[in-house]
């Protein structure tokens, strides 16, 4: 039974280029959320997809921006990238919106 | 505002219990994770609790006071395996769902 995956690992980019990072969800999900996550902190809340459709959003700019296929699998976009982007990016899969979350190994991104 | 408090770090001694504390001011509740992260991996699930009271699995347990919006973690017979940041989260419902995740408390474990 697979888990959660996230592809890429590891990513390097330029500031104001765009990105794709992409997920899928554990078998049986049906939610996916996006974290970002700096070194030493938690992870904070970017998004979560239901149904296709964006159903909550954290405190992050229109430059991120994402999807939800039918096969439940995600992604996430980020436009014009910063040099504070550089985070570990965790994509979280759960059967509903308000139940445990499990966790992919997450795509590093830095920022040059 | 919100807000999740932790302790930064803690450290025990193998074969020890130790409790990991957790505060938290949100806008509404519908019920909090902990989340146990080793260096360099995702976060997998401990816990969950949505009602009053202690929840028991194993090694691990997790205390809610919803009225004192408190929560605990609670680690018995402390193994070295243990050593790695705890993560308390929260699931606001203030017009919408919300998950808000407080920075972790690093526990070291010795020998």
């Known amino acids: 039974d697979a888990g959660v995956t996230q592809s890429p690992t590891h990513l390097i980019k330029t500031r104001g280029q765009q990105v794709t990072l992409r997920c899928s969800p554990k078998?049986?999900?049906?939610?996916v959320s996006w974290y970002q996550q700096a070194l030493g902190q938690g992870p904070q809340f970017i998004f979560q997809y239901y149904e296709e459709e964006e159903r909550q959003r954290g405190n992050f700019p229109d430059r991120f921006s994402g999807h939800q296929f039918p096969n439940y699998s995600s992604e996430l976009n980020v436009n014009a990238l910063l040099l504070g982007d550089s985070a570990l990016y965790l994509c979280?899969?759960?059967?509903?919106?308000?139940?445990?979350?499990?966790f992919g190994d997450g795509t590093r991104l830095s920022i040059l | 505002g919100q807000n999740i408090d932790q302790p930064t770090e803690m450290t025990a001694t193998e074969g020890a219990i130790v409790q990991i504390n957790c505060t938290y001011q949100?806008?509404?509740?519908?019920?909090l994770f902990w989340y146990q992260q080793h260096a360099g991996e995702a976060p997998t699930f401990l816990s969950y609790n949505v009602l009053d009271g202690l929840e028991e699995k194993g090694r691990f347990s997790s205390f809610l006071s919803r009225s004192k919006g408190y929560s605990y973690l609670l680690l018995k017979e402390l193994q070295m395996k243990d050593s790695a940041s705890y993560l308390c989260?929260?699931?606001?419902?203030?017009?919408?769902?919300?998950?808000?995740f407080g920075t972790g408390t690093r526990l070291k474990v010795l020998a």
């Open positions: 078998s049986g999900h049906d939610t």
């Open positions: 979280a899969s759960s059967k509903g919106r308000n139940q445990p979350q499990h």
């Open positions: 989260a929260v699931i606001s419902t203030s017009g919408t769902y919300k998950y808000i």
């Open positions: 949100t806008s509404g509740f519908n019920g």
